[in-house]
Every structure is written in C-alpha cells, then in structure tokens.
C-alpha cells in the first residue's frame, strides 16, 4: 500500500513532464501562413484593358507617310567662323557690291566671324553706304573687343564712316586713338579727320592745333590749310588767313570754297587799309587775282558778284560791268537802273549800277 503511493504520485510528474515538452514543442515549430493573392484591377488585366483607339494620323489618307517631316530652319554657327577668303579677293579687286553680297552672307551663317563683318564695312564704305558700314564695323569691332584682338584698321575704317556720315561726336573718340598710338606716327588724314571733327564739334582751338599737326605731316594737304585759313578769320587774323588760303590755292587751284574765302578775307583787308592808299589798292589787285582764279571754278552769280566787288574796288569798271552783267542776268527781277551813288548797295544788280555810275563819272570809287 505504501510502495504504491509512492508510485503514484511519481508517475502523474512524468506525465506532465511530457505533456509540457510536447507543448513547447508544437509552440516552437513554424506557422504556415496562407498568402492571400491581391484581386486584379481591370485596367491590369490585359483581356480587361480598353480597346486602344487609333492615332489622328492613322484616320487619315493611306497615301499619307507615317512621319511627317517638317522644314528645318539652318542652324546658325555661333562659334566657327567662314571662309572669307573669295571676299576678301572681291574687295581687292574693288568688286565692292559683290564683296559685301558675300561678306553679308557669311556673316548670316557665322554671326560671330569678326573678319566677315570688317569686309562688309569696308565694301560698304567705298560704296558710300555710310551707315550700313557703321553698323558692319561696330559689330567686328565688337568681336574683335570681346575676342581681345585689337585692330586698328577697323577703328580706323569705323571712324572715317562717321565722319563722312557727319556724325562727328561720335568719330572724335575713334580719331583720337586713332592719331596718338604709342609708337606710331600717325596717318595724316586721319589727322585731317580728327581736326575736322574738333572742329564741327565746337573745339576750334583743339582743330587748330591738329590741322597744323596735319599739315606740318602734309605740307599739301589742302582742306587742312582751308580750315586753318577760315579759324584765323574767325580770331580776325586776316593776315595769317590771307597766307594760309593762298597756300591752299596753290595746292589745289579747284577748290572753290578757298578762293572764295581769300577774295573776302583780301577785301576786308583793304577796307581796313582805306587810310593807305598803296595797302588798300594791293590788298584789291590781290582780291582781283583771287577772284580770277574764283571764276574758273564757280560761274555763278554769287561768285561773279565777289569778284565784281573786286574790281570795282581795284577801279577796273569795264571788267566789272562785264562781269557783272552776267549776274545781273541771272536775276532778272532786280533793278539795274543807276541808283544814287549815295544809297547803300543792297542787292547783286546794284553792284553792277555801281560799276555804269563810276565808269561813266570817271570815279575812283562810288
């Protein structure tokens, strides 16, 4: 009775000894979990997505290509150059109108070509197309800045367009540094050129320095020797002006505008002289030669009237009333009827009057 007992309660411990390891056991082993498929979407189904509708292009004619190619406009070369070298030959051979043609063309297609800009300026420039070739030498000059490649015969080119267009405010700046590079003698007509636009720019005694400049480089350098003539008239240098002008006359006997100002800078002369007979009468035969050397060139009745006054004032009558009879003619509405000797001369007939008056009184003057 006792040994079983004993028995008994050891038995009921192995039983749950091995109930529990039979629990851990099946606690331990892995679940198997069932994977729940996710339901397809119509629009991924491939028997369940829509009908692809056709193209517009494909509702067109058959006879239409499947691409369509549209023009294409030419890409232009922002950063090569051309081949300028035909231009440049075509301005060499002075064929100006088809050396820009071609320049401008190349210029189109290669915008940043300074060379193609700078031929097309220069062609234009000797085809007097003064402000195409402004606009042409401004942008090579532009490259040519930006490129840091200076070229002086495109500033130069540049600023001989803006004089012959007048634009003289903006050619000054060119001119200046154009006639004052280090090391360099500078180009007499450029000196001209830079005197010039001093003075049309209101800077005559800049202009007067420059002109001389310019004539000291070209003793004959005849519009340089006029503009000094007329700045010394302006400062009543008469004598300085007389010089300069007949210096001007000699270099080239064809320039009308220097024969005209000497006969009236000799004129003024000789009404300042009136107290000295003998200054007087030498400064009227000088006005009489330079209107001489007046008439060859100009023929009109502002010219034959310059020099009628000249040779009254030299008491050369018959000379004067021929010459002035032509002039007198040219204004047919004038009075040529004798006036008082008195009177002021007032028109280009009068003088011709004058002339009859003293001839027929056997005056000196009237």
């Known amino acids: 009775m006792t040994e079983r007992s004993f028995y008994r309660p050891l038995t009921l411990g192995l ?7 039979i629990v851990a056991g099946q606690s331990s082993r892995p679940r198997r979990v069932r994977t729940q498929t996710q339901p397809v979407k119509p629009a991924e189904e491939p028997l369940l997505r829509p009908e692809p509708k056709p193209s ?3 509702r067109n004619s058959s006879n239409r290509p499947l691409i ?3 023009p294409v406009k030419p890409i232009v070369n922002t950063v090569g150059t051309g081949d300028t070298s035909h231009a440049y030959q075509l301005l060499q051979q002075k064929q100006f109108a088809a050396a820009a043609a071609e320049a401008k063309r190349i210029a189109a297609q290669f915008p940043n070509d300074s060379e193609a800009w700078k031929i097309a300026g220069f062609a234009e420039l000797s085809l007097k197309q003064y402000a195409a070739a402004i606009e042409d030498l401004q942008k090579a000059l532009n490259l040519q800045q930006v490129a ?11 600023a001989q367009a803006y004089v012959l267009a007048e634009k003289f405010d903006s050619a000054l700046p060119l001119l ?23 003075y049309k720019t209101g800077k005559p005694l800049e202009a007067e320095k420059t002109f001389n400049a310019a004539v000291k480089a070209n003793p004959k350098d005849t519009l340089s020797l006029f503009y000094l003539g007329q700045i010394a008239i302006g400062k009543n240098d008469l004598d300085g002006a007389i010089a300069l002008l007949n210096r001007a006359t000699v270099n080239d006997p064809r320039l009308p505008a220097a024969w005209t100002l000497l006969v009236s800078a000799y004129l ?9 007979a003998a200054k007087a009468s030498a400064d009227y035969l000088g006005a009489v030669r330079a209107g001489e050397g007046l008439i060859k060139v100009r023929t009109d009745a502002e010219a034959v009237t310059l020099f ?5 004032g030299s008491e050369q009558y018959v000379r004067a009333a021929a010459a002035l009879e032509r002039a007198c003619e040219e204004f047919p509405q004038g009075n040529c009827s004798p006036p008082d000797c008195s009177s002021e001369i007032a028109g280009r007939c009068e003088y011709l009057s004058r002339a009859w008056v ?4 056997h005056q000196a003057i009237c």
């Open 308 to 312: 009628g006054q000249a040779l009254i």
């Open 358 to 361: 003293c001839l027929r009184d």
């Open 148 to 158: 840091k490649r200076e070229d002086p015969n495109t500033e130069d080119a540049l």
């Open 268 to 276: 003024r002369r000789a009404a300042l002289n009136a107290t000295d």
């Open 176 to 198: 200046v540094t154009a006639t004052t590079r280090p090391g360099a003698q500078p180009d007499p007509s450029l000196l001209y050129y830079r005197g010039l636009a001093e």
């Open 15 to 21: 039983c749950l000894i091995i109930l529990s390891g």
């Open 56 to 58: 517009p292009t494909a």
């Open 68 to 70: 369509d190619v549209q």
